[in-house]
């Protein structure tokens, strides 16, 4: 347990020292950390503290949210092929995000787009306790997600459509690929503090996930209701997806894969899964940062599209060796 | 001393009753079979005592905050879940859950109910295998196994020998009596009648969302109340084996 704690901790530690040095600004590893620590106020600070430390900080904040979220979604409804997503926080989060760009906000207001998203994310997780209740029942929940998605990407789509000059739909279409590139420090103050508290409120769910392998009786018998757990599941992913995908756009595939690939590992327990995948998420989001600028440097690659592109196919892998183990 | 008592338990689901003032009350010491037709209402009654559904009457099981019911009363489920590939060990050590304080993990004391849970279950060999990947009668005594684990002085098990092959059977309702014998309590629905006669210190009949009997169970099961509930007819003796129980045939409705 602790070996795997440690071997996930070193590789978010590398890939986020790793993300600190691969840039177009041309500077030596050590060179790049020496101004970001000790400040020497040369543009390579202005480089390390102003663009690259945002960067890499953003990429931990945003895999931890969506993997310790994709692991307590996959754990709340038994089922390895649920992701954060489904809950269409992240729908109504981009939404919000879309309709300021729609409306100008994003332009006039430097924070406008992330506090627009953040506004759709609450509206969506609003709408989604009013239609599925608090009183448990997955189902529910998920019929009233997918709605709550459909909807979203309804009017998104309706933003586009009545989108008032081509440069604002480009501008829609880029900020919906999900990207950290340009982020700046407020981005990291916005989203750190409300990924910390749903990570922690998801986390507090280990327990109730455990029981859950059981079935909801067997679990509600242990101590632990359907409906405490539900009220947790919504709110702890709403405040870590809704922050995320406020301030990255929407980065799809980790939330899936990396509980997946990570399950074998912990002896298939969800309570040990959330924090496995919240550093998992981590360094998988660090990773694709870094592969976005290494692959396409000159073409500003979306970080969402290489997640899509590397984690579909990882998925259709690991569905076939679950078929395989099935069979 | 009492593990449960119930009065006047009446369970009303979907505007239809299914429990009509139940009253109930297991001693410490006992193995209750719970007994009944199909739709008799025994799953209603341990979900209702529990406090897993809303009801009307008194439990006082259901009365307990669920952090303090989970240590007084393990309940095993008739539907066998076992949603993730985890080792029958880690499976049955899940039943510790409700003795370990906030932030606590697994201590020797746990090891050492799991341990015992797996050993009553002759499920030693299996322990590091993973628990999805397992017969469906050895995940059934897996599943038996956790329910021992949380070590609680009431058990209740809804068809818990149900699917396991006969020998299992017969040792997994030893098992319950020999919980009864180290002063703790099981209640265990059943629809074998002849284990139920051989292995259960009293059995409670079900029928219509009522009590029709409670008793030993040579005094439960009488011809007229076996024709009455079950419509069956069947040969009951005590022999040098002890009681035999034995279905003959399904009698004409009247």
């Known amino acids: 347990m602790s070996r795997l704690a440690l071997a996930l901790g070193a590789l978010v530690a590398a890939l986020f020292l790793a993300s600190l040095v691969v840039g177009p600004a041309e500077a030596g590893a050590g060179q790049s950390l020496r101004a970001l620590v000790l400040g020497d106020g040369t543009p390579l600070t202005l480089v390390m503290?102003?663009?690259?430390?945002?960067r890499a900080l953003l990429a931990v904040t945003v895999g931890v949210a969506l993997g310790v979220s994709g692991a307590a979604m996959q754990g709340y409804l038994r089922n390895p092929l649920a992701e954060p997503g489904l809950l269409g926080v992240s729908?109504?989060?981009?939404?919000?995000?879309v309709v300021a760009i729609h409306t100008g906000l994003a332009a006039a207001q430097p924070l406008g787009l992330p506090l627009a998203a953040l506004l759709g994310a609450g509206i969506g997780v609003g709408l989604l306790a009013a239609l599925a209740g608090?009183?448990?029942?997955s189902l529910t929940l998920i019929l009233a997600g997918i709605a709550l998605s459909a909807l979203a990407g309804a009017l998104t789509s309706l933003a586009l459509n009545l989108s008032p000059n081509p440069f604002a739909a480009n501008e829609i279409v880029f900020w919906m690929m999900g990207s950290l590139a340009d982020r700046s420090m407020t981005?990291?103050?916005?989203?750190?503090?409300?990924?910390?508290?749903?990570?922690?409120?998801?986390?507090?769910?280990?327990?109730?996930?455990?029981?859950?392998?059981?079935?909801e009786d067997a679990a509600a018998a242990m101590g632990y209701g359907m409906g405490r757990l539900q009220v947790a599941l919504v709110v702890g992913t709403a405040l870590a997806v809704g922050a995320a995908t406020a301030v990255a756009g929407a980065i799809g595939f980790v939330g899936l894969v990396v509980p997946h690939l990570l399950r074998r590992l912990v002896g298939a327990q969800p309570s040990r899964l959330l924090w496995a995948s919240a550093l998992g998420g981590a360094a998988m989001v660090l990773a694709a940062d870094i592969a976005v600028r290494?692959?396409?440097?000159?073409?500003?690659?979306k970080l969402g599209v290489l997640t899509a592109i590397v984690g579909a196919p990882l998925f259709l892998h690991l569905v076939y060796r679950t078929r395989r183990d099935l069979g | 001393m009492t593990a449960l008592a119930l009065r006047n338990l009446s369970v009303t689901?979907?505007?239809?009753?299914?429990?009509?003032?139940?009253?109930?009350?297991?001693?410490?010491?006992?193995?209750?079979g719970l007994i009944?037709?199909?739709?008799?209402?025994?799953?209603?009654?341990?979900?209702?005592?529990?406090g897993l559904i809303p009801f009307a009457g008194e439990s006082d099981l259901a009365a307990c905050p669920p952090s303090e019911r989970a240590r007084r009363a393990a309940w095993l489920p008739q539907a066998r879940e076992i949603a993730w590939p985890m080792t029958v060990e880690r499976l049955v050590t899940l039943g510790r859950l409700p003795h370990l304080g906030p932030g606590q993990s697994v201590g020797p004391e746990d090891r050492a109910a799991v341990d015992r849970a797996l050993d009553r279950l002759g499920l030693d060999p299996f322990r590091d295998r993973a628990a999805?990947?397992?017969?469906?009668?050895?995940?059934?005594?897996?599943?038996?196994?956790?329910?021992?684990?949380q070590e609680t002085p009431l058990l209740l098990a809804d068809e818990p020998i149900a699917g396991l092959d006969p020998a299992h059977q017969i040792g997994a309702m030893q098992t319950f009596a020999a919980l009864a014998g180290e002063g703790r309590a099981v209640v265990v629905s059943l629809h074998d009648l002849g284990l139920a006669v051989r292995h259960c210190t009293r059995l409670v009949l079900l029928g219509g969302g009522r009590v029709v009997a409670d008793g030993p169970p040579g005094e439960v099961l009488t011809p007229a109340r076996l024709a009455e509930v079950f419509r069956i007819r069947a040969f009951h003796a005590d022999s040098e084996y002890g009681p035999v129980w034995q279905a003959l045939d399904v009698l004409e409705e009247a």
Do not use: C, F, Y
């Open chain 1, 134 to 137: 608090t009183r448990g029942g």
């Open chain 2, 13 to 32: 689901l979907r505007g239809r009753d299914v429990l009509r003032d139940v009253s109930l009350s297991v001693a410490q010491g006992e193995v209750v």
């Open chain 2, 36 to 50: 009944g037709p199909n739709g008799a209402g025994k799953t209603t009654l341990m979900r209702a005592a529990l």
């Open chain 1, 49 to 54: 503290r102003e663009i690259r430390l945002p």
């Open chain 1, 294 to 301: 290494v692959v396409l440097p000159e073409r500003d690659l």
């Open chain 1, 91 to 97: 729908g109504s989060a981009a939404l919000g995000a």
């Open chain 1, 187 to 215: 981005h990291v103050w916005l989203a750190a503090p409300l990924v910390a508290v749903g990570g922690a409120v998801l986390v507090t769910l280990g327990r109730g996930l455990d029981a859950l392998t059981l079935g």
């Open chain 2, 132 to 149: 999805t990947r397992l017969s469906g009668g050895e995940q059934a005594r897996a599943l038996i196994a956790r329910a021992l684990a």
